[in-house]
C-alpha cells in the first residue's frame, strides 16, 4: 500500500550540497506515529542511518552527520527531503528513504523502503 520513491541527481560535486527527495503514495507522512527515514549504503558496506523527520514534523540526526544534514518535508505534496552538505567521495552511497515506527516490544521497524537511487560523489 504505502510506496515510496526517491529522486534527485546522481552525480554531485565534492563540496556541494546532495539533495534528494522522497515522494510517498498510499498514507500520509503526517500520520502518527511514524517517521520518514533516510538510510544509506556505502559500495561494500553495510547499511547506515541518517536521520528522519517525524510525523510531527520533527528532526532527528545520526550523531556523525548531523553537522551536515538536513531533513525537511512539504506535506501539501508528501514529500520529504534530505540535504546533505559538504560531500565528499565517501559520500557516495545508494540512498534510501524508508517509513520507520517503534512496535510494541519498542523496536526499530522499517517496514516500507524505496527502491534506493545511487548518488555518487565525484569531480
Known amino acids: 500500500q504505502v510506496q515510496l520513491q526517491e529522486s534527485g541527481p546522481g552525480l554531485v560535486k565534492p563540496s556541494q550540497t546532495l539533495s534528494l527527495t522522497c515522494t510517498v503514495s498510499g498514507g500520509s507522512i503526517t500520520t502518527n506515529y511514524y517517521y520518514w527515514s533516510w538510510i544509506r549504503q556505502p559500495p561494500g558496506k553495510g547499511l547506515e542511518w541518517i536521520g528522519y523527520?517525524?510525523?510531527?514534523?520533527?528532526?532527528y540526526y545520526s550523531p556523525s552527520l548531523k553537522s551536515r544534514t538536513s531533513i525537511s518535508r512539504d506535506t501539501s505534496k508528501n514529500q520529504f527531503t534530505l540535504q546533505l552538505s559538504s560531500v565528499t567521495p565517501e559520500d557516495t552511497a545508494v540512498y534510501y528513504c524508508?517509513?520507520?515506527?517503534?512496535?510494541?516490544?519498542?523496536?526499530?521497524?522499517?517496514?516500507?523502503w524505496g527502491q534506493g537511487t545511487q548518488v555518487t560523489v565525484s569531480s
Open positions: 523527520i517525524a510525523y510531527s514534523g520533527s528532526t
Open positions: 524508508a517509513r520507520k515506527f517503534r512496535d510494541f516490544l519498542n523496536m526499530r521497524i522499517f517496514d516500507y
